[in-house]
């Protein structure tokens, strides 16, 4: 197969770059994209026609051919990238990989029918599999991810036993059997991650790659010029709007910023906006597209599978806190045009009906269709598939028809674009499956309530914190699993304690004599005459002493055991909110400093400096933590239609004015008495659930724009 005969001209987007081997007009990129090709085929036969596979032919499929992709790809050393033997080394490894993970998914019966032992050349192939894993993963994120990995692994089969404390692990597990569990099981590489990878990230990544092949990119960039081209700030305001439409069809911020800041930075620039605040603008903008429906950088997926709620809910609920982050980003480009009289762009603008005429069809027909099939009630993947075949057919409504180099292109663009993805998703099965073994994440979640005292507020922090620290290593959706598998139980138990005061009520229960008989052994245990005691009233002091005379593991098991007989509406609401601040928070590594990607992305199409413009980029995306406190402690997430759209305007203007505070401007100027009392207005708006506090803040941030207004007008005059 020779792909300059069959593609002449064809390119791949960071071909060679970042440490990559050059794919396209090299003999082995022959090999890359025939195999491109046949993975995304694979995938769409699998998830589209076959519907027969099991979790772990379908996963273990998907990483076969991602492996060989990686390895070719991206070199196991990279500073002997272009030597023939390294590459043939890759290569074959990529191959071995491949044909090892089809060995064991063809051996599952017969390992089940020796009694779950493993023959030498499933030993062989078990191993090769799993340092591939953790390889590859080297090879695409860096170390830090692989050193997780070995310390769990590590952790389970050796040193777990020999330590003190919460962290003890007793479970004698052999190392057959964890092999075994973390290739096979659920939890493992295989498992329920590995399936989320190869049908709902895969079909959007591979639906995005056919939108981008169509024309969509420049539309969307046509789109926000001809919409925000002409007003003042216009050029930010393009960067903003283009890389949140961007975000409906792209799972990566850093493929974001690269793809659309190429364009939008340089225009930013030229307007007179600082190099420096316009990368930042560009990074938060992408930044946020990782939370904007319908794909959300593969979170929502991710999500609806932990969590069992509906996929359609959670891109439902996430739409409006999405915009309120944009409109945030939005309202700092705002404050600078005015403080930095950027004035809009000379020359003629694109009209919106000339672009929507141009390439609406292909990107507003395959969307609209996707959503009306989601609505319907069609699964995401199908829904993904049906929208690929629409991309194709209304490309040729507009001048970039898709035919068959067209679709091939696409295709590989797919497949390509996955690559990291993929083999990241894979590996990070086995921290899952460490988690499942040892009951780490319940520990983890009893520290989390422990160390915030049981308050919610302090909790949201520490969690801010460790992803944070985890976002320096991990990706955001890796970042996102582990956080949401270590800690979401201790948060949704937080939130429920919020809403419904469960000592309170089981106390006021015990009062009564009115205690659940589900709930009345657990006091047994610890003094065995309180049965007779719970069968009639007591005085206040009294119950109060008896509950608390309880030990915080029984107290647990009570709070576990009331709260499961709460409404499943309260429940449910309590566990999308604590998954939904984990996701948000898990974003803050994209534009925080230290490790800030997508704003070090940025600084390079800027030419600005790196920390510099991660600090900039964490300033203007202030809105990933305000939010997380909004889906705690309101109905944002949870309400009835206005609840959430009065949520929603309180956060806006709240967000509006703690902007004009940070930056020190509305209109003109503000002097520090009016920024600390603007200030105060945006705190009292973003306070939850405080009706007077709220109305008190509007007003404020409300006068103080009409006095800023009328300021700024005396002095154009």
């Known amino acids: 197969m020779n792909i300059d005969k069959i593609l002449p001209g064809f390119s791949l987007p960071s071909d060679g770059e970042g440490g990559t081997r050059k794919i396209v007009g090299t003999w082995y990129g022959n090999l890359y994209i025939a195999t491109a090709i046949v993975v995304s085929l694979y995938h769409l036969w699998a998830n589209g026609i076959s519907g027969t596979l099991s979790t772990l032919q379908l996963a273990g499929y998907h990483f076969a051919g991602f492996a060989l992709l990686c390895a070719i790809r991206y070199p196991m050393i990279p500073r002997l990238s272009k030597t023939r033997g390294m590459l043939l080394v890759d290569i074959v490894l990529g191959l071995l990989v491949a044909g090892g993970v089809i060995w064991l998914i063809n051996q599952e019966t017969a390992i089940y029918d020796r009694g779950v032992r493993l023959s030498t050349f499933d030993w062989i192939f078990a191993a090769l599999t799993i340092l591939a894993a953790i390889d590859l993963t080297r090879r695409t994120t860096g170390w830090i991810i692989p050193i997780i990995i070995l310390i769990a692994l590590s952790y389970v089969d050796v040193w777990g036993d020999d330590i003190s404390g919460l962290f003890k692990f007793a479970g004698s597990l052999t190392t057959e059997t964890i092999v075994f569990r ?74 974001n910023t690269v793809s659309t800041g190429v364009i939008t930075i340089p225009l930013m620039q030229r307007s007179g906006f600082p190099s420096r605040f316009a990368a930042g603008v560009e990074a938060a903008s992408s930044t946020g597209g990782q939370l904007m429906p319908p794909i959300m950088g593969a979170g929502a997926f991710v999500m609806a599978s932990y969590t069992q709620i509906p996929y359609l809910d959670i891109v439902a609920v996430s739409f409006l806190p999405a915009l309120a982050y944009f409109l945030s980003v939005a309202f700092f480009v705002r404050i600078e045009a005015k403080r930095s009289n950027v004035r809009p762009p000379d020359g003629p603008q694109p009209t919106a009906w000339t672009v929507l005429k141009r390439g609406g069809p292909a ?33 040729w409504l507009t001048p970039n028809r898709m035919g068959p180099r067209a679709i091939l292109e696409a295709l590989i663009l797919g497949a390509h674009n996955m690559v990291m993805t993929s083999v990241l998703l894979i590996a990070v099965g086995l921290i899952v499956n460490v988690i499942a073994m040892t009951g780490i994440g319940n520990t983890f979640s009893l520290m989390i ?112 055991s009331v709260t499961q007989g709460l409404p499943s509406e309260l429940t449910v609401g309590a566990l999308l909110s604590a998954h939904m601040i984990i996701f948000w928070l898990s974003q803050d590594s994209n534009v925080t400093p230290p490790v800030c990607l997508t704003a070090f992305a940025a600084a390079a199409i800027a030419k600005t400096k790196p920390m510099a413009t991660g600090v900039m980029s964490w300033k203007l995306a202030k809105g990933l933590y305000l939010m997380p406190i909004l889906f705690a402690y309101t109905p944002f997430l949870t309400g009835t239609t206005a609840e959430v759209l009065l949520t929603f305007g ?3 203007l709240g967000l509006f004015a703690l902007g004009a505070a940070i930056e ?33 803040g509007a007003l404020v941030v409300i006068a103080a724009l009409f006095w800023n207004t009328r300021q700024s007008r005396r002095l154009a005059a």
């Open 664 to 696: 020190g401007y509305f209109e003109s100027a503000l002097s520090w008495p009016w920024r600390i009392l603007i200030a105060a207005g945006g705190v009292a708006l973003i306070w939850p659930n405080q009706p007077l506090l709220e109305i008190g």
């Open 650 to 652: 309180i956060a806006v």
């Open 363 to 395: 990107f507003l027909i395959p969307i609209g269709l996707l959503i009306g099939l989601l609505i319907y009630g069609l699964t995401p993947v199908y829904a993904a598939g049906f929208a690929i075949l629409a991309v194709i057919v209304s490309s």
């Open 182 to 255: 973390s290739i096979f099981l659920d939890e493992g590489m295989f498992g329920i991650i590995g399936r989320i990878s190869a049908t709902f990230v895969f079909m959007f990544i591979l639906f995005g790659a056919f939108l981008v092949r169509s024309g969509a990119g420049e539309f969307i960039i046509d789109v926000a010029r001809a919409v925000a081209g002409r007003v003042t700030g216009g050029p930010g305001f393009v960067a903003v709007f283009s890389s949140g439409l961007t975000g409906t069809i792209s799972g990566s911020a850093v493929a």
């Open 449 to 560: 309530a422990e160390w915030s005292g049981g308050n919610l507020l302090i909790a949201i922090a520490l969690i801010a914190l460790a992803s944070l620290v985890l976002g320096m290593g991990l990706p955001v959706t890796a970042a996102y699993i582990v956080l949401a598998t270590l800690s979401a139980p201790a948060l949704q138990a937080l939130i429920i304690d919020f809403l419904v005061d469960i000592d309170g009520e089981t106390i006021q229960a015990i009062t009564a004599g009115t205690l659940s008989e589900g709930v009345k052994p657990f006091f047994m245990l610890v003094d065995p005459s309180a049965m007779a005691k719970l069968t009639q009233p007591m005085p206040v002091a009294e119950a109060e002493a008896l509950y608390h005379a309880l030990p915080d593991e029984i107290l647990d098991q009570i709070r576990r």
